[in-house]
């Protein structure tokens, strides 16, 4: 790629602007040069990015979402409860890593520029970490969107050194939610907190950005799973979400001045996008099952440990008040006796109290894991809608300064998956289907094809971390189409 070409990549890739553009037209026809900068940069990716589970499934996980790995797919995930931790609170962390090592034509635009063949083959992955903390059927959590882009062999327009142009695109969706009615209708919510960077690094980290900027918006979701039915309901929505530009250094921005002047963009949007889906699972392993916690399961037992504390303290009032009635000389002492032969009588009921939650504990997590048959059948269906933008281009036509409209229509993405646990306890197995619409007009729609598996690996309490029964879990899942494959790998707990 020619010097003059990267230089201007470099300036312009993070959208952020470095001076005022001209804004006296809106863009021309499509293949003619951007001559203004009253436009927008269309962030939509068609590609499902998420973790190795929503991955397998072709993104089809709106009314399966559940824990950190269904996040991003619907935020009502942040208060599922579910059998497998009977504890009044619970926690989630996951980490998920996604890498196109085909990226081609990543963004499906068709490579209708000239040099866009050097643009594909920069390096892309994603990072998907995540963090949830549920409380009864309250759900608090964050999870982070993170790719990373690396543009090779870029000449410094300062220093005239080749370097490395890194972009990152992080967004934070920070998330709570909660379970009504004990449970069976779930709604969750957040913030969603875009930031682009860009800096120029042979190294992955650097001392300060070159551009960044910062957009906000807002997200929710609902799940409808009646109890120990089979079908679950899901549906979710992101209003759309733009970052503005802002101003650094000075430019004429009169190309007939400075013939190297980009016009940068107004915005860059992530468009409103939607989604709605519905699960059913086959086979004999409980759908939908209610969460339990210990308290309710031992509910008997501790209501009748209760009454005999209370029992036991009348009678310790009652032996007081006679004590103090009669008299006697040493009155304080026969209390504090009293009062000491019942301290240690409730410390035995409280030994009582821990050995019935300790046993509903057992219990439950052995009916769980060992007692409830493993084989099911889960299919699952979802329709992605995403928004239609005014006055906008793709990501590369940004970057090349050549207009390729982008969302001039609202686009429809079916998705289909189906998930087994085929090796009991062992290992679990899922694929899927899913259209990926064009935002072009040059292109038409791909239809990816995706698998993945989860891998029960070992059992191992994290250093006491964890429950002794932990068991981990590996999965990787792949994600194939026409000039693009991707693979994503995770760790998690393994239910």
């Excluded at 072709?58 to 824990?67: D, L, V």
């Excluded at 964890?466 to 189409?481: L, N, T």
Aim: charged share 20%.
């Amino acid at each position: 790629m020619a010097a003059r070409t990267c230089g201007k990549i470099l300036l312009v890739a993070a959208s952020v602007v470095l001076g005022p553009g001209v804004t006296a037209a809106q863009l021309g026809p499509d293949g003619t040069p951007i001559q203004n900068s009253d436009y927008t940069v269309d962030l939509t990716r068609g590609a499902v990015i998420g973790t190795s589970r929503v991955t397998g499934l072709a993104g089809a996980a709106t009314s399966i979402a559940e824990g950190v790995e269904g996040g991003l797919q619907n935020p009502a995930a942040v208060a599922w409860r579910g059998p497998q931790w009977p504890e009044w609170y619970d926690y989630w962390l996951a980490l998920g890593f996604i890498y196109p090592f085909d990226s081609g034509d990543f963004y499906n635009s068709g490579q209708v520029f000239e040099e866009t063949a050097a643009f594909g083959d920069q390096d892309f992955f994603f990072l998907i970490p995540g963090a949830y903390w549920q409380m009864w059927n309250f759900g608090i959590g964050l999870t982070i969107d993170a790719q990373f882009v690396t543009i090779n062999d870029i000449e410094n327009p300062t220093s005239g050194d080749i370097d490395r142009l890194r972009l990152r695109f992080t967004t934070f969706h920070i998330q709570v939610g909660y379970g009504f009615l004990d449970g069976q209708l779930i709604i969750g919510g957040g913030l969603r907190i875009l930031r682009q960077r860009a800096f120029l690094s042979n190294s992955l980290v650097a001392s300060g950005d070159s551009f960044s900027t910062i957009g906000l918006g807002g997200e929710v979701g609902v799940i409808a799973q009646p109890h120990n039915k089979r079908w679950r309901l899901g549906a979710s929505i992101y209003p759309k979400l733009s970052t503005g530009r802002r101003t650094r250094g000075g430019s004429s921005g009169d190309p007939n001045q400075d013939p190297q002047t980009f016009f940068l963009p107004d915005a860059t949007t992530l468009p409103t996008n939607g989604n709605i889906g519905f699960s059913y699972q086959f086979g004999p392993r409980p759908p939908n099952p209610p969460w339990v916690s210990i308290e309710a399961f031992a509910a008997d037992d501790l209501a009748r440990l209760n009454r005999r504390k209370q029992q036991l303290a009348a009678a310790e009032a009652d032996r007081i008040a006679a004590v103090r009635a009669s008299g006697r000389e040493d009155v304080e002492l026969q209390v504090r006796t009293i009062e000491a032969r019942y301290d240690a009588k409730n410390a035995e009921l409280e030994e009582e109290r821990k050995a019935i939650k300790k046993q509903a504990y057992k219990v439950l997590r052995n009916r769980f894991r060992n007692e409830w048959p493993r084989r099911y059948h889960l299919l699952t269906i979802d329709l992605e809608i995403t928004g239609k933008l005014d006055n906008a281009v793709g990501v590369e036509s940004f970057a090349y300064q050549i207009v390729q409209r982008s969302g001039q229509n609202v686009s429809v993405s079916p998705r289909v998956g189906y998930e087994t646990e085929f090796w009991p306890r062992r290992m679990k197995g899922r694929f899927g289907t899913y259209v990926e619409p064009s935002r072009f007009e040059a292109t038409a729609a791909r239809v990816h094809f995706t698998f993945g598996l989860d891998i029960n690996v070992l059992r191992w309490n994290v250093f006491g971390l964890w429950p002794d029964d932990y068991r981990w879990q590996i999965s990787a899942s792949f994600d194939v189409a026409a000039e693009y494959s991707a693979v994503s790998l995770g760790i998690g707990g393994w239910y």
